[in-house]
């Protein structure tokens, strides 16, 4: 019987969506994952008889995902390049790669990168989901800790017994690491990531959905295409009550406090420099609650919402930048 601590989840890049490909890579630092094939089965009951059902069907399939992993610098990518699509790399001279990400704007669509994913113990409990698309992506990291956690949900097309890729080597990534973060939060006019606020974010939580759905037509039970809706982000700060708080608390008290909130990343020099900035335009939403606890210490927990600002700096509401050794899609 497999032992569940040896599943791998192994990715491969789909130059069409749906047609399944081989892995190339191996996905690190995993510490949670399921798979599903969710299907929507009729039992159909008739007049005349005191039985549940004489019939059953099978109407329409597709499969779903969750992984979550250690967060990486390099791994990151790939759910990056997921949920905005893919962007090239500019490499550095130092011969690091530099990802740029934005949210779009107005009336810009985009469209995430599809996957195959093969899930599962190789010699006799592998899986391969075709179509995998993020659904949502959730970044999150605490003091306490020290780590940062990313979970990609995902959807697809199908999901199929498979023999798994062979051969692919475990690579060495870059972790992640609370230590190593930097809250900056600046005025909504910008430019991001230019107010530094030291000793003061407890933890952070950002979940952001592209409103990504699978479309069914005639003719198919598995899903024919796929479809994006209003994207949406939501970030939650646990914050040290101190004077830079405070005042973000005292400003919601008389209008809409709207920031730009950044996370950076950070370790490393130059050839080994690895870098990720997360910039949110957020508005700070709901009730603030004066005050939560942390070793006798008053904390408060704060909740932005994801709106576009104009600023120079921005022309969205998030972005990310990525900067490391792997050039993911070569």
Do not use: C
């Amino acid at each position: 019987m497999p032992a569940t601590v040896l599943r791998l989840i192994q990715i491969g890049d789909e130059n069409t969506w749906g047609t399944a490909t081989k892995s190339t890579a191996k996905v690190m630092g995993i510490t949670a994952a399921d798979f599903s094939q969710t299907n929507d089965v009729e039992s159909v009951a008739n007049l005349g008889n005191s039985m549940p059902s004489t019939q059953s069907i099978l109407n329409k399939t597709s499969a779903e995902g969750t992984i979550t992993q250690r967060g990486s610098y390099q791994d990151l990518t790939y759910w990056l390049h997921g949920l905005f699509g893919v962007v090239a790399a500019s490499a550095a001279a130092n011969s690091t790669y530099a990802y740029k990400y934005s949210a779009p704007a107005a009336t810009a669509v985009v469209v995430g990168k599809p996957f195959s994913i093969e899930y599962g113990e190789p010699t006799s409990a592998a899986y391969r989901a075709s179509g995998m698309m993020v659904q949502s992506l959730n970044i999150k990291g605490d003091a306490d800790s020290g780590q940062i956690e990313v979970t990609a949900k995902l959807s697809g097309k199908t999901l199929e017994a498979n023999t798994m890729t062979t051969g692919l080597a475990v690579r060495a990534v870059d972790l992640l690491r609370f230590p190593d973060a930097t809250l900056f939060v600046d005025p909504e006019a910008g430019p991001a990531g230019t107010t530094a606020v030291p000793a003061t974010l407890i933890s952070y939580d950002l979940t952001v959905s592209p409103g990504l759905h699978m479309k069914w037509f005639a003719g198919s039970a598995t899903p024919a295409d796929k479809g994006t809706d209003r994207w949406e982000g939501t970030l939650t700060t646990v914050l040290e009550f101190n004077a830079a708080s405070k005042a973000y608390v005292d400003a919601s008290f008389t209008a809409a406090v709207r920031r730009i909130i950044s996370l950076k990343v950070t370790t490393g020099a130059t050839t080994a420099l690895r870098t990720l900035q997360i910039d949110f335009g957020g508005t700070l939403t709901g009730a603030v609650k004066l005050f939560d606890d942390r070793d006798g210490n008053m904390t408060v927990s704060l909740t932005w919402t994801g709106i576009y600002n104009a600023a120079a700096s921005m022309l969205t509401w998030l972005k990310f930048y990525d900067k490391h050794d792997l050039d993911v899609m070569p």
